[in-house]
Structure formats: C-alpha cells, structure tokens
C-alpha cells in the first residue's frame, strides 16, 4: 500500500499564505504525477494544480499567479504554497500522487490519495 498524508492547512485571513504539504510512503519505486484537488461545500472536486515528475505544472485560472506547485523527488513529497489567500479558497485541499510501487517482487502503478486538510480563509 502507499500511504498519501497532507498536512499544512488550517486558518488564514485574505491576502495571507499558507502552504500545503504531501508526502507519500510505502513500497515505492517511483513517484509520477502529483495533483493538488479541492472540494468546497456543495461544490464539485476541481483540480488546482498538478506537477509532472519532469516539474512541468499546470494551474487552474483560479489560482494562477498565487498558487505554486512543487515537488521533492527524494521525499516522495508535493508541495502546495498558496499565497494572496482569498476567501472563495476556503475548501478541504486533497492530494493525488500516482506511480510504481513494489508489489511482491514486481511493479505496479499505484495511483493514491490523501485524507484532505482543511483551508479556512477569512474575509
């Protein structure tokens, strides 16, 4: 099994930051695509940003131009720094890591998520 925990949210005013974090542990080989998701209530999960294992990135309009991405191959670790907070970004924040993991003796992908941190920001 991988294991993907978030850490890293909690309350901020607008116009603050705060920065996520994403590790994955277990068996793994290597460490792929890495996305940042988020749900607001009654809302559906939208993508925010992603990082290919190369560091290309991609952001929602939303967030582009406050939101960065990034990633720590060694640590098998996700990065999310959210800057110039704004209160329509209040949602619980879910990371999505997909791979190779060692299964037995053999590879096989894995694609896992995290439990979700919450983002609180106030206006």
């Known amino acids: 099994q991988v294991e993907v925990v978030e850490s890293g949210g909690g309350l901020a005013q607008a116009g603050g930051s705060l920065r996520l974090s994403c590790a994955a542990s277990?068996?793994?080989?290597?460490?792929?695509?890495m996305r940042w998701y988020r749900q607001a209530p009654g809302e559906q999960r939208e993508l925010v940003a992603s990082?290919?294992?190369?560091?290309?990135?991609h952001y929602a309009e939303s967030v582009k131009g406050r939101f960065t991405v990034s990633r720590d191959n060694t640590k098998n670790t996700a990065y999310l720094q959210m800057n110039n907070l704004k209160p329509q970004d209040t949602a619980v924040y879910y990371c999505?890591?997909?791979?190779?993991?060692?299964?037995?003796?053999?590879?096989?992908?894995?694609?896992?998520w995290g439990q979700g941190t919450q983002v609180t920001v106030s206006s």
């Open positions: 999505n890591i997909g791979g190779i993991k060692l299964l037995g003796d053999y590879d096989h992908e894995y694609d896992s």
């Open positions: 277990g068996r793994i080989v290597s460490s792929n695509g």
């Open positions: 990082i290919t294992s190369g560091g290309t990135t």
